[in-house]
Nanobody, 126 residues
Framework: VQLQASGGGLVQAGGSLRLSCAAS????????MAWFRQAPGKEREFVVG???????????DYTDSVKGRFTISRNNAANTMALQMNSLKPEDTAVYYC?????????????????WGQGTQVTVSS
């Protein structure tokens, strides 16, 4: 199983970036996926997660610091996930990781996710 994140880069504060994650080796349709990030000298933190509820509905859970600015989306047919990041701030600077879970439920804890991508660097200048 591989998760390939891309789309990171350098952007000025207030700008936007769109991260993409392509999964291969298994389908994540119906399974939780999320984005985590880790800034230099800080612990890895949960950013946003998406888990299946019923039918075609997925619950989206955003950490408070990104609510209203970041949007997670999934294309289950293509086995991909994206993170649209708007109004970026210097404190959003981090390596962003695309992750997926093997079970049907995962919370905000990193240990709940079994598959991790290599990360993509996002740098926001002030």
């Amino acid at each position: 199983v591989q998760l390939q994140a891309s789309g990171g880069g350098l952007v000025q504060a207030g700008g936007s970036l769109r991260l993409s994650c392509a999964a291969s080796g298994r389908t994540f349709s119906g399974y939780p996926m999320a984005w985590f990030r880790q800034a230099p000298g800080k612990e890895r933190e949960f950013v946003v997660g998406s888990r299946w509820i019923v039918g075609s509905t997925y619950y989206k859970d955003y950490t408070d610091s990104v609510k209203g600015r970041f949007t997670i989306s999934r294309n289950n047919a293509a086995n991909t996930m994206a993170l649209q990041m708007n109004s970026l701030k210097p404190e959003d600077t981090a390596v962003y990781y695309c992750v997926g879970a093997a079970g049907f439920y995962a919370s905000r804890e990193a240990r709940g996710y079994d598959f991790w991508g290599q990360g993509t660097q996002v740098t926001v200048s002030s």
